[in-house]
């Protein structure tokens, strides 16, 4: 076992090699929910095709030494809309088109709407979700990965332009912020109950947030963004203050991940000292595989969290030149201690169902990559 592996700090998450979550569906998983939604097999013929890849998953990520596993998102269609939906009060709805424009390329024109008090239900599928996974994955620890409490907000109340909100959370803003609180709480706690001990909160809010056309466009709609910012760090920090000190909760920003494409750009120093200053999570995961995430100064905000640099970039199967990525993390360093940095991709390999444009043995090979220089830069 090599010293980083020794290392305390490396025993609860995020790790020195460390993963996003998602990875690309198998071809015959993609088949099985096309033949799904054509009415050709039935949900029950589809559970099992995903039951049996997601065993077949789990043990390439034991295989490849991850530290975590997950389902790889499997059974979702998005990474965000399929747990959003499944809260009590939301809704998923068809539209003329996705909620941003992704560079070059167009989403499945679905999106969100509340239509009742938000709560979180132990009916929810990802229950059912999480226990298949715990129960493979055995021994090894295991990662759920969810959207973050701001998505919510952010999908039914600032990107969308005609929202109009149910009587309970009419002129009550403070309300539908409480009750998500509370959702949350219920989540977490129920994950936690269920053997979870590390749980990321996928959240592309911030990454839109540093954008300056996004940033001038929802300002001219009368947004004030500096307080939005405020108030979806006080809501992530309600949801964790209770939590439990052997469960960890960390956070990816992300500035879109569909076929490869992105729908922001710019470094985070606009979120910088609100988010890193201030949000309580146990660490971050962050995208730096391009000059779109801008430069490392905006880490000198943080404080005692973990930084997992995504500079592995997951929408390519080209393989980083190691120097260059070991260069970069040392520059990291002058503003976070190399003991708190980490190596990961800079997102999942499939954040929707289509999955990034690259082969399955790519984005193996990707991860092998991370490893030899997580073995290189820590020991």
Known sequence: MSNHENCSCCQKAPFRLDHVGSFLRPERLKEARAKFNAGEITAEELERVENEEIIALIEKEKELGLKSVTDGEFRRAFWHLDFLENLDGVELVEVDHFSVQFKDKDVKPKTLRIVGKVDFSEDHPFVKHFKFLKEHAGETPVKLTIPSPSMLHLITQVREKNYVPIERYKDN???????????????????????????????????????????????????????????????????????????????????????????????????????????????????????????????????????????????????????????????????????QLCLSPQCGFSSTEEGNILTIEAQWDKLKLIDEIVHEVWG
Request: hydrophobic share 35%; aromatic share 14%; glycine share 8%.
């Open 173 to 339: 803003e403070v309300l539908f912020y409480d009750d998500v609180v509370a959702a949350y709480r219920k989540a977490l706690q129920c994950f936690y109950d269920l053997g979870c001990r590390n749980i990321q909160l996928d959240d592309t809010s911030w990454g839109e947030f540093c954008a300056l056309d996004k940033r001038e466009a929802y300002e001219a709609r009368g947004f004030d963004l500096e307080q939005i910012a405020r108030d979806y760090v006080d809501v992530l920090n309600r949801v964790i203050e209770w939590k439990p000190e052997d469960l960890v909760v960390n956070m990816h920003i992300c500035r879109g991940n569909f076929r490869s494409t992105w729908f922001s750009s710019g470094g985070y120093e606009p979120v910088a000292k609100t988010l890193f200053g201030h949000c309580r999570v146990d660490g971050f995961f962050l995208e730096y595989d391009s000059d779109r995430a801008g430069d490392f100064t905006p880490l000198r905000y943080i404080k005692d969290q973990k930084v997992v640099l995504g500079l592995i970039t997951s929408k390519s199967g080209d393989l980083e030149d190691k120097g260059e990525v070991i260069s970069r993390i040392k520059e990291a360093s002058q503003y976070v201690p190399l003991e």
